[in-house]
């Protein structure tokens, strides 16, 4: 769903915490996350095993885990700040 928001096409663990991530557009990069892991909805999520569930939910673009966790973008239309592979 390419729209207002920029669509997260793949989601993988780099390590706890670090995600790599694919957009719709082809853009790669990762991503660290776990400081953005706020509230009970995280609990299980910010321990290795939970994050390491990651998926992305192909309705919404948004990376996402069991239990209801979710990071979407922003809704205004801006991706994460990502640090290109291999820098």
């Given amino acids: 769903m390419i729209g207002l928001t920029p669509d997260i096409a793949e989601a993988r663990v780099?390590?706890?915490?670090?995600?790599?991530?694919?957009?719709?557009?082809?853009?790669?990069g990762e991503v660290v996350v776990l400081e953005r892991m706020r509230g009970p909805?995280?609990?299980?999520?910010?321990?290795?095993?939970?994050?390491?569930?990651v998926r992305v939910d192909g309705d919404t673009g948004a990376v996402t885990w069991p239990g209801g966790a979710d990071l979407a973008p922003d809704g205004k239309g801006r991706r994460p700040r990502l640090r290109r592979r291999g820098r």
């Fill in 41 to 53: 909805v995280f609990d299980r999520v910010r321990t290795p095993e939970g994050f390491a569930k």
């Fill in 14 to 28: 780099v390590s706890h915490g670090v995600l790599a991530l694919t957009f719709a557009d082809g853009l790669e």
